[in-house]
Structures are given as structure tokens and as C-alpha cells.
């Protein structure tokens, strides 16, 4: 059995906060946004927000009886 690293490129969207720090938004996953008082815990934040967002599944958190769920690792 091979076991294969796999990645996923996502793109998000940076802000700089009116109050400081900076703000993120990923356009492929509604609603999915962070925030980070420097660019690195901005980097940081936005990805676990994406794990997390995919980890959910769907907005309702619904699946029918042939779906499946697939984990992958950023």
C-alpha cells in the first residue's frame, strides 16, 4: 500500500483592519474568515479556519445515506 501526501491550494483574500492587524476572507468557502494581530498568526488562523470549515462539511452538516465524507490534510 503507497500512502500519498496530498495538498490543496486555497486563496484568501487579505484586509488590513481599521483597528490593526489583519483579516482574511476565502472566497471558495462562504462565510469562511479569521483574523491576526500580525501576518503570521493571520496565516496560522486562516488555516485552521479552512480545516475547519471543510472538517464541518456542508452548511447544514447534512448527509444523505450515499454520501461520504473525505479528510483531507493541508
Do not use: F
Request: proline residues 3%; hydrophobic residues 40%; aromatic residues 6%.
Amino acid at each position: 500500500m503507497h500512502l500519498y501526501s496530498l495538498s490543496m491550494n486555497i486563496r484568501a483574500i487579505v484586509h488590513a483592519a481599521e483597528e490593526g492587524g489583519y483579516w482574511a476572507e476565502v472566497p471558495a468557502l462562504p462565510g469562511c474568515v479569521s483574523q491576526g494581530d500580525t501576518m503570521e498568526e493571520l496565516q496560522s488562523n486562516i488555516k485552521e479556519a479552512v480545516e475547519l470549515w471543510l472538517e464541518a462539511g456542508d452548511e447544514n452538516g447534512v448527509k444523505g445515506q450515499s454520501d461520504q465524507i473525505l479528510e483531507l490534510a493541508l
